[in-house]
């Protein structure tokens, strides 16, 4: 899964909003692309068209400043034109509008990010890697070991479907990875895939 590429475009007044989104998102083995990072003050957005014609997966934060945002609605229009996937994240329905309009969405809920979170991993996973009847593919998040100096390479699997994790996550409960070398065990939260906690032998 590592070739995968996703772009991301978004509003500059949108930056809180797409950290919170991909925070962990960064962590899977796909790169993530976001417009706005690799535009310096001043500097057009035209350059970004070699992303685009690299990616997988353009997802579109569409908050009330993005929608009527030149530059957001060209990169749309780009995606469309090579067929890439869109999936847009909306704070409201009415904003889906010209090429978006009909394309199902993940809704942004501020007061929920978890669940905001964990639906646009899914559209990501379905779209990425489309779960098939007999198996579900394995996402990974892979670190070192920060317990002491020992720095081994640990890496978390996520083999379950999405529907487990949710699971998981609405009874408390997570999921871990060991590290091979010193046994410390590093707990993630099921639904946003985001760090928790890290616990070692001698706690």
């Not at 996973?125 to 007999?134: D, F, K, N, Y």
């Amino acid at each position: 899964m590592s070739d995968e590429r996703v772009f991301v475009s978004h509003a500059p007044g949108d930056v809180d909003v797409v950290e919170s989104l991909f925070r962990s998102v960064r962590n899977l083995p796909f790169d993530v692309h976001v417009a706005a990072e690799e535009v310096e003050p001043g500097r057009s957005r035209e350059h970004l068209k070699g992303r685009l014609n690299e990616c997988d997966v353009t997802v579109v934060v569409v908050t009330k400043a993005a929608a009527s945002n030149q530059w957001i609605n060209q990169e749309i229009g780009y995606a469309v034109a090579r067929g890439v996937p869109i999936v847009p994240v909306f704070e409201r329905q009415e904003d889906l509008g010209g090429y978006l309009r009909g394309i199902d969405g993940v809704a942004l809920d501020r007061e929920s990010m978890d669940a905001t979170v964990f639906n646009l991993l899914s559209r990501l996973r379905s779209e990425l890697a489309p779960l098939g009847s007999l198996s579900t593919p394995k996402w990974y998040v892979r670190f070192p070991c920060n317990a002491g100096s020992c720095g081994e390479p640990v890496t978390l699997t996520i083999d379950q479907r999405q529907k487990e994790l949710w699971r998981l996550h609405d009874h408390g409960r997570t999921v871990h990875a060991d590290c091979d070398e010193c046994g410390a065990r590093y707990h993630f939260d099921p639904a946003t895939l985001g760090f928790l906690q890290r616990e070692t032998p001698n706690q």
